[in-house]
């Protein structure tokens, strides 16, 4: 499983005037952030632009803010401390920490702030962001001179003890953050208004959310016709590249590549966002990594979609059709530690369902024995899609 990741976008006064930041809170919207950081008193315009999770800065100048903006409406969903204070560097730092008004913001009982905002001025800074992390649900970091080093110590050293935010001005820095020390940061605070470098950082969170699986090869012992059964195609709210397609087959523990209906053909023109996936009773791999039955999936609901390098992404039913077509019974035999695993599924027997092998995308009619088809094989048991510890026989 991968790690959940989020964009914070700055739009604070510090970035320039309200039409500014508007025009920047607006682009951010339309590329996917979730989260923008703003003043406190601008959180009902950002309400007013669309719906996205809004942080404030506050001070504890701001005592009766709180109150009078859940009368309007206008309560944001986290609020933060460091702006105008210690952790700016506009008030200095105190000798002990134990005297911070920010730290002792953090920690009054009535939870008025979730979140610090520390730039990383000298390694006093790096150590108060750390002292921070023991109350704040999530801490926010900026490097003036930024350096990896001070964001991989306070990676190591922080833990699980809240969501680390590191600061970043491009989609370059940002997939530098998340990949720091393997595990990254959970998010970034982009600080930028160019709508292109938005919507980069966004996919690049897109990217470090993604699962990448091992795929591997499983020789093709048997492609029988079975007769007609209940097909479903399932079409999603996507559009697939031709090396796209979904993990489908009869036995939870070994699925096939089925690719997506990219292809043009003299019989049907291209439906990129189709995956002719199989019949009812088989499984399809879902975002989550469990599975779901063919004929569960519903408009709205969610699938995993790869490419054959094992890199996975979500997509959303829009449809799902199922139809009575003629079938092909595929077997195939799997390398594992314990010796060969025989595994199967139904396809339709149509020439324009194909799957991935050895040899590159393959119509089903056009298999043989001994091809190598692509699988994910993985020797759990399942119940209701979830893994599970004990034994269950699939024949």
Known sequence: MTRKRSVWLRADDGV???????HRITAGLEAGVDWVL?????VAKVRELGA???????????????????????????YVVGKDG???????????????????????????????????????YEEFAEEAARDAEFLVVVGEDWKIIPLENLIARIGDETNLIAGVTSADEARTAFETLELGA?????????????????????????????????????????GSADRVCVDTGSIMADDEGMLVGSMSRGLFFVHAETADSPYVASRPFRVNAGAVHAYVRTPDGG?????????????????????????????????????????AEVET????????????????VKVATANGRIAVTDLAEGDEVLVYYEDVARHFGEEVEESIIEQ
Request: glycine share 6%; aromatic share 4%.
């Open 291 to 331: 599975t779901k039955y063919l004929s569960e999936l519903r408009s709205g609901d969610k699938v995993q979609l790869l490419n054959t390098d094992g890199r996975t992404r979500d997509a959303i039913v829009g449809r799902v059709k199922i139809e009575k077509r003629p079938m092909f019974r595929v077997q």
């Open 16 to 22: 320039g005037e309200w039409e500014r930041r508007k």
């Open 38 to 42: 703003v003043d406190e008193r601008d």
């Open 52 to 78: 996205v999770n809004v942080a404030a800065f506050r001070s504890d100048a701001d005592v009766d803010l709180i109150g009078d903006a859940e009368e309007e409406g206008a309560l944001a969903d986290a």
């Open 186 to 226: 959970e998010g970034v605070l982009l600080d930028t208004e160019d709508p292109d470098e938005i919507r980069r950082t966004v996919e690049v969170r897109d990217e470090a959310e993604r699962e990448s699986l091992d795929l591997q090869h499983a020789t093709v012992t048997a492609v029988e016709q079975t």
């Open 86 to 124: 210690e952790g700016d560097g506009t008030v200095e730092l105190p000798s002990d920490f134990s005297g911070s008004a920010d730290l002792t913001t953090l920690r009054r009982s009535d939870n008025r702030a979730q979140g610090a905002y520390v730039r990383i001025l000298e390694k006093e």
């Open 337 to 352: 530690d314990e010796g060969v695993d025989v595994i199967e599924t139904l396809i339709q027997n149509a020439e324009t």
